[in-house]
């Protein structure tokens, strides 16, 4: 079945500087990526989707130089947060699109707990 | 607007029935899905209804309305591994791989 590679699993950064996260597809090409953010006991909230090779596209309140997203390859995903400050620390979790179809598309990565000191 | 909404919390017993409900106002209907997640893990996918009717996996079952906008997940024999948040998200486009939006989630305590 289609496996989403997301790392790292956690990173505790200092404020001001930028993390990196990726989310990779194993086995399959993912046309499309979505980048979630889940803040504790609420559920899932889209910030970007994006497509290989071209920009992203940032949904309502998220700024986009703030949260950099880049998918030059149909198995690599990136997402960088810039500048962090502690109201960025969060969880964030990927899912990619394409494939066989496995999940009806859907195969979200382990998620990455970004905590900002 | 894009709305979903479910209860933000239930408790049950082990070895019972549960059913979590989810309402829906989208601007398009392409699907149904039910995820399961653990704190600090990533979502599980359990189910998937885009015709109505109900679809049976194992223990599981999820249930859809179109014309009402409704869908319910059954969670019977009930297991202490259970406890977890279960989310429903739709997918409001057709036409290839669409986002999907995801209700508030409905934390579930199973108790012995």
């Known amino acids: 079945g289609a496996v989403v590679s997301q790392h790292p699993s956690w990173v505790i950064c200092k404020s001001g500087t930028s993390v990196k996260i990726e989310c990779r597809s194993l086995?399959?090409?993912?046309?499309?990526m979505f980048w979630y953010r889940q803040f504790p006991k609420q559920s899932l909230m889209l910030m970007a989707t994006?497509?290989?090779?071209?920009?992203?596209?940032?949904e309502q309140g998220v700024e986009k130089d703030k949260f950099l997203i880049n998918h030059a390859s149909l198995t690599l995903s990136t997402l960088t947060v810039t500048s962090a400050h502690p109201e960025d620390s969060s969880f964030y979790i990927c899912s990619a699109s394409g494939g066989d179809g496995t999940n009806y598309g859907y195969t979200f990565g382990s998620g990455t707990r970004l905590t900002v000191v | 607007g894009q709305n979903i909404d479910q209860p933000t919390e239930m408790t049950a017993t082990e070895g019972a029935i549960v059913q979590i409900n989810c309402t829906y106002q989208t601007s398009g209907f392409n699907g149904l899905f039910w995820y399961q997640q653990h704190a600090g893990e990533a979502p599980t996918f359990l189910s998937y209804n885009v015709l109505d009717g109900l679809e049976e996996k194992g223990r599981f079952s999820s249930f859809l309305s179109r014309s009402k906008g409704y869908s319910y997940l059954l969670l019977k024999e009930l297991q202490m591994k259970d406890s977890a948040s279960y989310l429903c998200a739709v997918s409001p486009f057709s036409g290839g791989y669409n986002k999907l939006i995801f209700g508030a989630g409905t934390r579930l305590a199973v108790h012995p």
């Open positions: 994006s497509n290989e090779g071209s920009k992203a596209t940032y």
């Open positions: 086995d399959f090409q993912a046309t499309t």
